[in-house]
């Protein structure tokens, strides 16, 4: 039987990288405490996890790396070892170099020898500076040493004469998929070697006669004498991989004063296909020897499944197809009079209830807690004030926030550069913070919370905040805008969102290059987002990013202008109204306007944006719907509301081409299409057209 390996290489870099992720935040909370020894024991288990799959699938380079690494915590946790700023400074530079080595693995990506060289040099020269020999993966009866890392392994203690305060008995016998599932007992046994003094006695009573034999079946058992001064922690380590495949009791017993007998050389059972386990605790043993131990974990049904995000994809395609073919027969139902069709109302209104529960449980599978894109922060705050000289703290809410995954992988990027900016521009210098009178820690804060049916992110900081007065200053002197133009702060702070629009002194490789936050505005346009600025001197500054929780379904309201039907997103709509005849006026160079609260919002007349033959010109014969986007609000004249439905979004851009003011479009029940209106996008392109195209 033979088993490619290569199938399970996907999984194998996927939960790798999940696993640095968790190391990295565990480095940076250990940087915090100072050496908390189960933050230790975390980082060390990532580490040994990574080098067991390594050594498994073949990656010598990074089976050897993670095992050199593996040593050095060990000495950590094990307290031979005090955690320094070069010794957390090497941890962080690991994770680096493993996610390097990963890629090069699985993209073919280029990799960097010398630096993948000089800090495997570095992590060897603490070891030894512990006094501990530099280690290399054990090797056994031919197998080499990369494969024998395969299996979890601990670095044997520095004091060898320590040993023998502790005599473990350990019976191990094998179940029928243990070599199918890619355990090797020679592995195993090769590893619990390197704790100490092994001996190994084999029983063969179980073994079937040769022409019965089944080579991909173990058929002997062992018991297994170590002397050694681990915990049983350590020794569980070992068979953390064949957990399930394997009945295994454990003993401590008294040490006895003769000295251990020689470990006897296990011969390796035939060769077998070798598949990659599934890494779990290892359940007690039972109390009788060689008897089926009983593990609830092993038996019970899994928790969760890996599902690829295409399948997901398919599934929410189908439900966007289900909500538009049961929004079709519901326009048809409306036509039909009699008995039957009440009941036939009755049924769909029961189907659409089932649907938006569909539709719901299937979005609820795309979404991910914010913490996966905040979790890359800790570490980029930690090296950048480090790099500059500033003390920052980092500070993250609402981590439990959920967003689609889509928005989530999207938004990463316009986050790390507004905290790069908020580290770069934002916080003072010590001294500076000092003569202001305010603390010499400056904080970065990260916050997310569900507003209506968006989700907000906001990225504040507690620094000087923006000198507007220079900003000012510098777009007159680019011609951005007039020096006799009398900006309030709003459209100051708007100016920075310009391309090309930079105040910084000099450029440098973090931030001042004029390329940066014009492309955070429109990354998170794309996304149906927006994004508003505030700012106040000597305090600080706030960017405040507005996101839809999806990008596939949307809730809107169909408005209708001449022959053309239009969706609103309900997130977007403050208020629908109609005005009385001399409730508008017409301001110079502004169009038309009308009073809302206090306010004077400009009137965007849709048909005449998009060129399309109204029912209504007068504006108190249609209606004016006030909408909010980018932190300012207008007035959309339409002919009348149809009503409210659920939408399926539509790639315009992908499809069709990009149009600005459309952020997609969708099928109605009926076969039309509609268009689903961008708010932010109409807002700004009504304010750049001529003030005489939006008056009729």
Known sequence: MSIDLAQFHA??????????????????????????????????????????????????????????????????RSSRMALTERISN????????????????????????????????????????????????????????????AAPAVAAPAASAAMGKNQWTIRFKARHDLLIRGNDPVRLFSELAGLGSLEARPDFSALPAIDAMDPEVCHIAWELILTSEVSRDTIDLIFEWAEGDCDLEITRVAQPAAAPAEPVAVEPPAPVAVVAPVAAPVVAAAP???????????????????????????????????????????????????????????????????????????MRVRMLPVSFVFSRFPRLVRDLSHRLGKQIRLKMTGE?????????????????????????????MPDARAAAGKPLEGTVHLNAFHKGGSITLEVSDDGKGLDKERIRQKAISRGLVDARDTLSDEQICDL???PGFSTAEATTDLSGRGVGMDVVRRNIKELGGSIELKSETGKGTRFVINLPLTLAIVDGLSVQVGEETYIVPLVTIVESLQLKPGHSNRLVEHGEVFSFRGDYLPIIRLHEVFGVQPRARSLHEGLVMVV???????????????????????????????????????????????LILDVPGLIRLAASQPAARLIA
């Open 90 to 149: 090497a941890l962080l530079q690991s994770v680096d170099v493993l996610r390097a080595m990963i890629g090069t693995v699985q993209h073919g990506h280029a990799a960097e020898p010398e630096r993948i060289a000089t800090l495997h040099t570095e992590l060897t020269a603490l070891v030894k500076g512990a006094g501990v020999e530099a280690p290399a993966a054990p090797a056994l009866n031919g197998v080499p040493a990369v494969a024998a890392a």
């Open 288 to 362: 009788k020897a060689f008897e089926p131990v009983a593990k609830a974990a092993a038996a019970s049904d899994a928790g969760s499944i890996r599902v690829s995000i295409e399948k997901i994809d398919e599934l929410l395609n189908t439900v966007g197809e289900i909500v538009i073919t049961q929004s079709m027969l519901s326009q048809l139902a409306s036509r039909i009079d009699g008995v039957a069709a009440d009941a036939l109302k009755s049924g769909l209104a029961q189907l659409d209830s089932n649907v938006r529960e569909l539709q719901e449980s299937v």
């Open 496 to 498: 920075i969102f310009l």
């Open 400 to 428: 439990q926030t959920e967003l689609d995954k889509t928005v989530l992988e999207k938004i990463g990027d316009p986050l790390v550069h507004l905290v790069r900016n908020s580290i770069d521009h934002g916080i003072e």
């Open 628 to 674: 909010e986007g980018d932190g300012r609000r207008a007035g959309l004249f339409v002919d009348s509301l149809l009503g409210q439905q659920q939408v399926v979004i539509k790639s315009m851009e992908s499809n069709y081409g990009r149009i600005e003011g459309i952020g997609g479009a969708t099928i109605l029940g009926e076969g039309a299409v509609a």
């Open 11 to 76: 999984t194998f870099f996927e939960e790798s990288r999940e696993a640095l992720d968790t190391m990295e935040s565990a480095l940076l909370e250990l940087d915090e405490s100072g050496g908390d020894p189960e933050t230790i024991n975390t980082i060390f288990r990532v580490a040994h996890s990574i080098k067991g799959g390594a050594g498994m699938f073949g990656f010598s380079d990074i089976a050897s790396f993670t095992h050199t690494l593996e040593t050095l915590l060990d000495e950590l």
